[in-house]
């Protein structure tokens, strides 16, 4: 059985949650991370030196970094269901995962801790804003792709969708104006039939 560390209110912990939930794997959910702490203890810094979550343990091989991980368990249990087999769409689908990491999700923090973790007087409105801003222009090159396929990783549902369905979810829960995004919308409301999003990822902010 899977082990994977990391708090279920995490967007990174919620990719990999939700991936094994949509291949049907059995794991345990080991809370990490935030008020759970166990990320700087040395049993936990020997999974994971950067003292991060998720960290997923299947029998001998020890993970980190959440896109790797779903990476992982498409390839190794998805038998075709989430990963693409041919390697331009593939790869089609991993760009989507990667700017979801290494694009979308600095101003996206900045809106959602300053609107979410932060008490009040620690809030930072420029930032915020600032946030708010750029996340919206990002969404509407999502909203272009989308008008042109229903999912990221084309005509079906697979891993190029993962890393944004929780950062989209989040996108239309918080008490925000937001801009029409209409395909960007209607490809959460197709996620949101899901089971297993609204298990792992559909859970209130915090």
Known sequence: MLTIWGRTN????KKVLWAAEELGLPYENIPAGGVHGVVNDPDFRALNPNGLVPVLKDDDLVLWESNVI???LAG??????LMPADAGARAKA???MDWATGTIAAPFRDLFWNLVRLAPEQRDAKAMEAGLARVADLLAILDAELARQPYLTGETFGIGDIPLGPVVYAWFALPIERPARPHVEAWYHRLAQRPAY?????????
Do not use: C, F, Q
């Open 10 to 13: 995490s967007t990174n912990v």
């Open 76 to 81: 190794r249990y998805g038998e075709g269901r």
């Open 70 to 72: 779903v990476r992982y």
């Open 198 to 206: 609204r298990k792992t990822v559909m859970l209130p902010l915090s």
């Open 94 to 96: 991993e760009r989507w």
